[in-house]
């Protein structure tokens, strides 16, 4: 008879085949099914999930689920115990290695994942940190600090706000190099908004996250970790910067800069790139190239200027064909103080969305125009749509990112309402955002299955 714990989260038919056989969740099993015969680990499954599959890890490390329908025979083999805490070793410090600071925020940076709840568990204390990606110890002494544990979607404001103050005590107090642990769903976001709010930093400030839990053998976790503490610790980059995978192989990570980035898979592993300018650098656990020369470098003083504010009325909107204008109505009625649009084309929007905007003009609400295709700059001036939307009020931000323009606003408006110096502030570049050109060779999409594409790949993929 088998215990109820011992079939967590399975329910219906799938609890029936279990029991069936006698296997328990977290048993070593060879199963034999119509579609081949399968040798692995049972996993649990989360109570609301359907009952038609049994969840299994195979040796390689992935996970799959089998149609109960299909099972003809389980054999269990073995059995292991479930251990969700990460294993801790204590972090040998180096008195002439560089201090490092991890300030966490959340995410799935060096964690694991608990199958019985979904839920994902961190490893966050320098002995964790260690036990798991003990290649951290040959880079320098890290330290750690949980400011909020939250899943990205979930910053704001508050979060932003705290983190750069946390970033501005960290230097007075003499660290090397700070690493903040952070989703990557809106990392990019964050990246910016603290590009405007930490300024004049002497130290490299990099931002790292993983797309995949640190259980699964396609983890990035370990490189990014790695790569970003080296960053951190060992560059001369004083900026704001994202360091993630680059290729889709292991090979090495790229530093962009926090106000040209862009998450741009949903799940790749090299899903951040820069926009409309080229990376900072690359680097391995080997080594750091820098690409660009015009960065920022380290200093020895501890001088930094943090203003971290943020005016939360603000919205960006998406323009649309057929957009109608009570959204505008809306966003003016509920006394927001700031619109960014991501226009088409060179920064368009229909005829009747005019009187909507005019009218947020005369409340005194800043309207900025951006380009939704990311690559190029709002050129208001060159079609009448365009003249007319300078008419009406609206500024066009050069080659601000939409998200970009979006919290740079927010923190202009914290500092001053005076809608000419607002202008001032959001058209004077503080961190890149802003570009006199873009790279001739910035603009490069590899369209799949286009004729001299696949020829050219021919020649390298044997």
Partial sequence: MIAPDALKGYRGAARDVLTRFSVRVWSDVEMDTTRGKFTGIILPRSETADDRHIVLKLRTGYNIGVAVSTVKEILETGYREAHYKIPEREFPYDPAKPRVKLLGTGGTIASRLDYRTGAVIPAFSPGELYGSVPELA???????????????????????????????????????????????????????????????????????????????????????????????????????????????????????????????????????????????GQVSPDSIRTIRKDYRRRRKDRNVTI????????????????????????????????????????????????????????????????VQTLWGYAQMYVYDTGRDLMDLGIVPAENMLPEVAYVKLGWTLAQTTDLAEVERIMLTSYAREITEREPHDGYLIFQAGAPWLQEHFRKFWK
């Fill in 138 to 280: 040959d880079i320098g002494n890290l330290e750690t600090e949980k400011l909020y544990g939250v899943f990205s979607e979930n910053m704001g404001p508050e979060q932003w706000i705290g983190t750069a103050r946390a970033i501005g005590r960290e230097i007075e107090k003499g660290v090397d190099g700070i690493v903040i642990g952070h989703g990557t769903d809106t990392m990019h976001h964050t990246a910016a908004v603290l590009s405007f709010m930490v300024q004049n930093t002497p130290v490299p400030i990099v931002m790292v996250g993983s797309q995949r839990s640190s259980d699964r053998p396609s983890s990035d976790a370990a490189m990014n970790l790695i790569c970003s503490t080296k960053v951190a610790a060992e560059s001369d980059i004083a900026e704001v910067m994202v360091c993630m995978f680059g290729p889709t192989s292991d090979q090495y990570c790229l530093l962009h800069q926090g106000t040209r980035v862009r998450k741009m898979h949903s799940s790749y592993r090299s899903t951040f790139r820069t926009i409309g300018d080229v990376p900072i």
């Fill in 307 to 370: 203003q971290a504010v943020f005016e939360p009325k603000v919205a960006i909107v998406q323009y649309y064909p057929n957009m109608q204008p009570d959204i505008i109505e809306a966003l003016i009625d509920n006394g927001y103080k700031g619109i960014v649009i991501a226009g088409t084309g060179l920064g368009h929007v229909n005829k009747p969305l005019y009187p909507a905007l005019r009218r947020a003009h005369d409340k005194g609400i800043a309207l900025f125009m951006t």
